[in-house]
């Protein structure tokens, strides 16, 4: 056996994966203007997928590498619509309106930010679940406990969301439009529906048209839903 190989750190792949991951997070953040949509969620979203990792080293994760295969598939979705964005091709429809807005002055950085969110839940969770499935042979109900703790990551998320970018006490007033425009979605339900989605997806594997027009119809709603949480006010 080579010497390199005989003496190389035993790293679990899995946690290798979320490492890279991290640095791509990473990198976004550390080349993106500050006030750029896309850098708004990816600032927060870096800070949540740090607590995962943290987590995962600690051992809340029960099931060894299968935490972290969902949350590589899961952010693998989000880079890979940037990285679709910065070479000319087009993105899922989810991703498109914090794409196309990303630098419009009437949009506040708390609907950038719900935006990613509602792209990244409503539409890339369901489809890494599927993703990890595939990767670990496994069934959905299998990742039930790692989809609920992804969740509770991403209701930090949420939370940070709201502590970081809120503007003040006037967010509160109930003529803001911004305060109306947040009643309207829902981490809560969009971690439901993206669950059934996924459970559905699945299910649907061996009909790959039905699936794939399934998944073409998500993409679009939760791009809609985007679109609207991006109304410059």
Do not use: K
Request: overall charge negative; glycine content about 8%.
């Amino acid at each position: 056996m080579p010497h390199s190989e005989q003496f190389a750190p035993l790293v679990p792949p899995a946690a290798a994966a979320l490492d890279g991951v991290l640095a791509r997070i990473r990198d976004l953040d550390a080349t993106l203007p500050p006030r750029d949509g896309v850098a708004v969620f990816n600032r927060v979203y870096l800070a949540v997928t740090q607590e995962a990792e943290r987590r995962a080293g600690t051992g809340l994760f029960t099931t060894p590498g299968t935490a972290d295969t969902l949350d590589v598939r899961f952010a693998e979705r989000y880079l890979t619509a940037v990285d679709a964005d910065v070479r000319g091709r087009r993105p899922p429809a989810c991703w498109r309106p914090l794409l196309q807005f990303r630098r419009h002055p009437g949009v506040r950085p708390l609907q950038f930010a719900l935006a990613g969110i509602n792209a990244h839940v409503g539409h890339d969770l369901a489809l890494a679940v599927v993703d990890a499935c595939r990767s670990l042979g496994c069934e959905p109900a299998d990742l039930e406990d790692e989809f609920d703790r992804v969740g509770d990551l991403l209701v930090t998320l949420e939370e940070r969301i709201g502590e970081e970018l809120t503007p003040g006490p006037d967010l509160l007033r109930i003529a803001d439009p911004l305060t109306h425009l947040l009643g309207s979605w829902s981490l809560e339900r969009a971690r439901d529906a993206t669950w059934s989605t996924a459970r559905a997806l699945w299910a649907l594997r061996r009909l790959p048209d039905v699936a794939g027009e399934l998944t073409d119809r998500l993409d679009a709603a939760v791009g809609f839903a985007g679109r609207m949480l991006l109304t410059p006010l």
